[in-house]
């Protein structure tokens, strides 16, 4: 009968023991989800000539929606080389940065958008942004983002050596063959490696924000910021096929 009891009240001792664990580990999850919560995050976005209009905006867009919903918990600029006005692709819009990349403030995250074949080639050939990518990434606490293209400027730093990251699907293969080092995931809307976050064409630069902010906000703010733009979070979708198989083909 001894022997019996010795053994209930021991489990009951493991049960409290256990039951203890969890309550902790829920707490702590709590606690860290208010901590994201209540958080400032301050977020970067890096312009250039002829950047895609697209890959500024969608962001953008989602992170100031993010602002108003979290009452002034999202905090966007702008930074480039100088103060010069940009235009986007085809000249449509004209954007004055806010901040050049050497007295622009501290943030969280960096935003490098992508631009046509053409002028990422240009940008990478003359390492225009390639040390300021990388001291930005050498920084504790930053994170970087790449919208399309723009995953070339931040693959060229070697940031995204023995990492999985994606592009935009017309350059994918050209963008495989140049960062052989990269593990290239493709019919995926974005890829998340912790301190990076690459995403492929476009529009999926959508999603990456989203997806951030559901990490620093809940999926409950992601979903209505989802909602109020009707726009459809997704992490992986099929990536479309061009006519004729055609891709991106760089030049010898």
């Known amino acids: 009968m001894k022997i019996k009891l010795l053994i209930f009240f021991l489990l009951l001792a493991t049960v ?3 039951q203890e664990n969890n309550h902790k580990k829920m707490m702590d999850s709590i606690i ?4 994201n919560i209540n958080k400032v995050n301050k977020i970067a976005v890096l312009v250039y000539q002829d950047i895609v209009l697209q890959d500024v905006a969608g962001p953008i867009e989602v992170f100031s929606k993010a602002k108003k919903l979290t009452k002034g918990n999202y905090e966007i600029f702008t930074v480039a080389l100088d103060t010069s006005i940009i235009s986007t692709e085809n000249k449509i819009i004209k954007i004055k940065p806010d901040y050049t990349i050497d007295n622009m403030p501290d943030a969280d995250y960096l935003v490098i958008p992508g631009a046509s074949m053409p002028v990422i080639n240009n940008l990478v050939d ?3 942004y390639t040390k300021f990518i990388t001291h930005w990434n050498n920084q504790k606490d930053t994170k970087t983002i790449s ?3 723009g995953s070339y400027l931040l693959a060229e730093t070697k940031a995204l050596d023995h990492k999985k990251a994606t592009t935009h699907y017309f350059v994918a293969d050209d963008f ?4 052989s080092k990269i593990m290239l995931l493709k ?3 974005f890829v998340d490696e912790g301190k990076f976050i690459t995403s492929s064409g476009i529009t999926s630069g959508i999603d990456a924000a989203l997806h951030i902010v559901g990490i620093h906000s809940g999926d409950h703010i992601k979903q209505m910021i989802s909602r109020a733009l009707q726009y459809d979070f997704k992490e992986k979708s099929k990536w479309p096929v061009a006519p004729n198989n055609m891709k991106y083909t760089r030049k010898n």
Request: glycine share 0%.
């Open 187 to 189: 019919n995926v809307r």
């Open 16 to 18: 409290s023991i256990a």
């Open 176 to 179: 495989s063959k140049k960062y």
């Open 147 to 149: 919208i399309c293209t």
């Open 32 to 35: 860290e989800l208010d901590n």
């Open 126 to 128: 003359n390492n225009i």
